[in-house]
């Protein structure tokens, strides 16, 4: 049965480079939301992306976008912002348009050009002499004026100051505010995830290790400190991505464990990016 | 068909940097040079024809410096739209360029009247063809280079064509015992030539199969392709 409330299914990605591979990569974009695809720079974020595109082929796994088993024919329904614009460095702005717009039996110059003023951008202007952020605004532009009901975003935010990345993060969260549409945003940045998304996609070294909502992942987990001296070994098990130094340790632990600790051990909040460092460190550790 | 031809669209807004009025201009001296010197309008036209050869690595260029590779999946078109949109593209341009060189022998010609000079032959030789025949068949040998390396390190490989002609050339010109490759070859195409209606048969012939082979490696190199 086709589940219609996730926009794009993933299922079983792997892919096989020479340094790297992405092994059987499974998760559900649901309509309606953002959902974060969070993990350090070389986890396999990109390669995700661009196998779900199409862009290059995956050697396993089946990618499901709007019920639909994926074809190239379906990427009309989806707006795509790269994280550099894949556009020739001498078109203008009007340019873009003229090259993309025909692709789109439904492109709507009036939104585009609504877009491009709302955006501040010239449409005189080549792409060449953008600022990144315009660049990115010039994308997202483009992706939503063909009607798009999925944008998929690939480090979006990287590279831009703050003032440029709450921007972004408002027209993702406009864009959501249609039930029927979807954003898929890969970051490092997990203070725009913070802000802006409801699910999180967590990939490490080209593994899952999470997905669901955002605030499940927070609540899982919590930041754990002490003295050295106050855990056995058995405890030191529990601690994830766990690190020593003169004045004690500190790491991440499971919620469900925390009764397991001694109650010395200083346990609180965690925030996103600790546990993409924890998790990270951790994943190190056992290899 | 729709797609295709959007393709040759974006491909055309993608070259236009290089088809501004500079280079439309120099052509056009170019083209009104060779005609009011040589006095024939088919050595403008192989002018044309050469321009355009020259000219083929321009889309695979802009193409791999802008990473439009990577853009043509999410404008839902596929690996064999891609390939045949650039074929499509590449003739085009030919037909285009050749076209312009016609136009501009013919401003020629015009300008010779005024000058008092004359110009021989206004109609299409068949040295031209011939010429233009080798000229298109080099062009569809590179065009597999550019789709299996891209086009910055296709470049050097694309004058290997030449470079085999040249060598060819040579080999032919050759003779054992008094007799050379290039005099059995030369006495074959001088009864060719006298029998129009073979000539042409033999031309579209080897240029049929040259784009037939072209096109079925530039699918297979491109289809492997990963960026």
Known sequence: ?287 | MSKLKCFIGLDFMAVKSYLGLKSVLILLVCALFSTLTSGTVSTTAGIGVIVAVISTGYPFAVSEKAGLDSLYPTLSLSKKQVVSGRYLFIFLFDISTVTFAYISAALGKLLSQIFGHNISNYGISWEFLAVSSAFIIIQLIQIPFYFKFSYSKAKFMTVIPFAAIFALYGVVGISVNGISLEMIIMEFLSKLVENKLMLAAVTLTVLSITVFISYQLSMAFYKKREF
């Not at chain 1, 460092?277 to 056992?286: P, Q, T, V, Y």
């Open chain 1, 1 to 287: 049965m086709v589940n219609t409330t996730n926009l794009l299914e993933v299922r079983g990605l792997f892919k096989k480079y020479k340094t790297f591979t992405l092994k059987d990569v499974s998760f559900d974009v649901p309509k309606g939301y953002i959902t974060g695809f969070i993990g350090p720079n070389g986890a396999g974020k990109t390669t995700s992306i661009k196998a779900i595109l199409g862009i290059i082929s995956a050697e396993a796994g089946t990618v499901k976008m709007f019920g639909k088993e994926h074809s190239n024919v379906l990427n009309t329904g989806i707006g795509v912002v790269m994280d550099s614009p894949m556009y020739v460095d001498d078109w203008t702005v009007s340019d873009v348009e003229k090259a993309i717009a025909p692709f789109y039996g439904n492109w709507d110059s009036g939104k585009y050009a609504g877009y491009i003023n709302q955006f501040g951008l010239d449409k005189k202007k080549k792409v060449k002499d953008l600022s990144r952020g315009m660049k990115m605004k010039l994308q997202i532009a483009t992706a939503l004026s063909h009607d798009a009901q999925l944008l998929i975003l690939d480090e979006p935010t990287s590279g831009l100051d703050p003032v440029a990345r709450d921007e972004i993060c408002d027209i993702l969260r406009e864009f959501v505010s249609d039930e029927n549409r979807s954003a898929f945003f890969s970051t490092h940045i997990t203070s725009d995830l913070e802000k802006t998304a409801d699910y999180i996609i967590f990939i490490l070294e080209g593994k899952i290790v999470y997905s669901g909502s955002k605030d499940e992942l927070i609540e899982k987990y919590a930041r754990a400190a002490g003295s050295i001296s106050d855990i056995s070994s058995e405890h030191k098990k529990l601690i994830i991505g766990y690190r020593g130094h003169s004045t004690g340790f500190e790491g991440m632990v499971e919620t469900a464990n925390i009764r397991k600790l001694p109650k010395s051990v200083l346990t609180e909040d965690i925030s996103l990016e600790e546990i993409i460092i924890f998790m990270n460190r951790e994943g190190k550790e056992s290899e």
